[in-house]
């Protein structure tokens, strides 16, 4: 289970617990097992990084996406998706899985991200049917895996295959792949140019980082994923009350206070 972060971080963030009868959206059909979630949402946020910095303003676009984040287990996927929204590294996480909300200015576009941390043990306790409607869920993704565990690299071209046979006929689909754990230099089993090369075959973007050294590097990943999420894919006109309306659409078949 992720935590509950103790000192939220700098962004101002709002949890809405709530459960879910299956994934959400289109596909949150009846039949998949119960999931606890929690969704959070949060102000937009300004990056630290200079260059994000040059923004035109006022805003061109503001539009929604919802990125579904995978991979083997303990790869860092909570610990990734908790700095890109914390800024913070907290150490252990939990196997609950969360649905996140947080916005990222870039290029002009003001990009809602509705984030899905998915658990590796929620993978593997099911058929794959529940895999498969995740990823219609998400519009875009983050694959990761260990820069110390080649096992969990090996996994990949098979993901970004599943990936985009559910996908078949909605267009490109953007996808990154990131290797995790580049602070464990030392216990490196997959070279940074086999990441490199291996997201160059698949059509991927590539980082790698270190959820647990830096923020920038979470920062960098979901600033990439937005740059390769093209305008048709956007679903456009996200706003405070657009974050409404998508938590009600979300979790509108089964909503409990159960959490
Ligand atoms: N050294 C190091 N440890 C990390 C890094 N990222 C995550 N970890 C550690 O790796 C372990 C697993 O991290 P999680 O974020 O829970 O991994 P996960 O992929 O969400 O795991 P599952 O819930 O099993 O799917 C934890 O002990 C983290 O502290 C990193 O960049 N460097």
């Not at 617990?17 to 949150?28: E, K």
């Amino acid at each position: 289970m992720i935590q509950p972060i103790l000192n939220p971080a700098p962004c101002s963030c709002r949890q809405y617990p709530v459960a879910l009868a299956g994934p959400p959206g289109a596909c949150g059909g009846a039949g998949s097992a119960a999931m606890g979630l929690r969704l959070r949402r949060s102000a937009s946020f300004t990056p630290e990084h200079p260059a994000l910095l040059e923004l035109p303003s006022p805003i061109a676009l503001r539009a929604e996406a919802n990125v579904l984040v995978m991979g083997a287990d303990s790869v860092g996927k909570s610990a990734l998706t908790v700095r890109f929204l914390t800024r913070r590294f907290i150490g252990e996480y939990g196997d609950m899985e969360f649905i996140y909300s947080h916005t990222l200015t870039v290029d002009g576009r003001e990009v809602l991200f509705h984030i899905w941390d998915v658990p590796s043990s929620q993978d593997q306790a099911d058929d794959g049917s529940s895999e498969e409607k995740r990823i219609q869920w998400a519009d875009c993704f983050i694959l990761v895996y260990s820069i110390c565990d080649r096992a969990s690299f090996n996994l990949l071209p098979l993901k970004v295959q599943f990936i985009r046979a559910a996908k078949e006929g909605q267009g490109q689909v953007p996808i990154v792949i990131v290797g995790n754990k580049r602070d464990l230099q030392h216990r490196r089993a997959v070279s940074s140019e086999e990441g490199r090369l291996l997201a160059l075959s698949l059509d991927c973007g590539f980082y790698e980082v270190s959820a647990a050294e830096a923020y920038h590097g979470a920062l960098m990943v979901f600033h990439g994923l937005a740059e390769r999420i093209p305008d048709t894919r956007l679903k456009r006109g996200a706003s405070i009350r657009g974050i409404v309306k998508t938590v009600s659409a979300v979790f509108a078949r089964k909503r409990t206070d159960s959490l």
